[in-house]
């Protein structure tokens, strides 16, 4: 099976039409249908099912879309890191985040490496940790970003700097507006918004027993939708300090959780597995700028990013 056959039956599947497709790919119409059925007879199945307003994917091909697209990222990885081993002036960094305002740490540092590496690139996602976990450990990115505590027999860690405080988001005129910090008697028959993760591990070791007083409205991967149904008054949001707006024209506010709950938030990278050129720069660079920690820390204790 060829990456080119697949890199075809991506832009096939986007754009639903192989005339656009044909033309973004810079090649005939004739010749990417020919591809296409090539793909189709080597796989056995049908991949595509011609209706009035296009082509749409089968379930055989949707599978195959998502195969297919880690099949193909790698591919560019690959081409990628060899051609930097020439020297080490580029190359594409790949990272999965956890939302947090200290993702900034982690900017200036790819922002000081830029400096040095003038064909440097990158590329982000963002999700919560279960998921840039999996990425990691498929070799689909070179660090992730977790606010949880890492299986320091699988990876190694840098620590950042500070702590993530968490706490409740509501409408400015929303009755827990007027505390200055917020207990658990204060959100019981609530409706609330968090992330499953947070929900499960954070909120959990924060409530106690008290756990099923609470009633969890709906979980968010990402706090800017949650705030959205927050504002319009569908739940009370549970979330990190500073990674929604809540300034004064925003309408809407945050609340320290009390007693106070913070969250550590790690870089990681996979031990024992050969990181790309760039990305070795990458982590030199980050023990260089911390300079109190020694390379050789005990294998339990994350180092200071």
Not at 127 to 143: C, K, N, R
Not at 155 to 180: K, N, Q
């Amino acid at each position: 099976m060829e990456i080119r056959a697949l890199r075809a039956f991506l832009e096939v599947s986007r754009e639903e039409n192989m005339t656009r497709a044909a033309a973004n790919l810079h090649m005939s119409q004739p010749s990417l249908s020919k591809l296409i059925r090539s793909l189709e007879h080597e796989l056995g199945m049908k991949l595509f099912v011609r209706r009035s307003f296009g082509l749409t994917l089968t379930k055989e091909g949707q599978v195959l879309r998502e195969r297919a697209r880690d099949l193909v990222g790698m591919a560019d990885r690959i081409e990628d890191e060899f051609a930097s081993l020439g020297g080490i002036t580029g190359g594409t960094l790949y990272f999965g985040l956890a939302e947090s305002y200290q993702i900034r740490y982690l900017a200036q540092q790819i922002r000081r490496l830029r400096e040095r590496c003038v064909d440097l690139r990158y590329h982000v996602e963002s999700g919560v940790s279960a998921q840039v976990l999996e990425h990691l450990d498929q070799g689909t990115l070179d660090f992730a970003v977790l606010a949880q505590d890492p299986d320091l027999t699988k990876y190694e860690a840098l620590t950042f700097p500070d702590v993530d405080r968490w706490g409740v988001i509501v409408p400015a005129g929303h009755r827990l507006a007027s505390r200055s910090t917020i207990g658990i008697d204060d959100l019981v028959g609530e409706p609330l918004f968090c992330s499953q993760q947070g929900w499960k591990y954070e909120i959990a070791r924060w409530a106690g027993s008290r756990m099923p007083d609470l009633r969890l409205e709906a979980t968010f991967g990402l706090a800017y939708n949650a705030a959205v149904f927050a504002r319009e008054g569908l739940g009370v949001l549970l979330s990190f300090d500073r990674i929604v707006d809540t300034s004064a024209d925003s309408g809407l506010v945050f609340r320290p959780l009390r007693p106070e709950l913070d969250t550590k938030l790690h870089l990681v990278w996979r031990r024992n597995r050969p990181l790309s050129p760039i990305a070795e720069r990458f982590v030199r660079q980050l023990r260089e700028a911390s300079p109190a920690q020694p390379n050789d820390a005990p294998a339990d204790q994350p180092r200071a990013l």
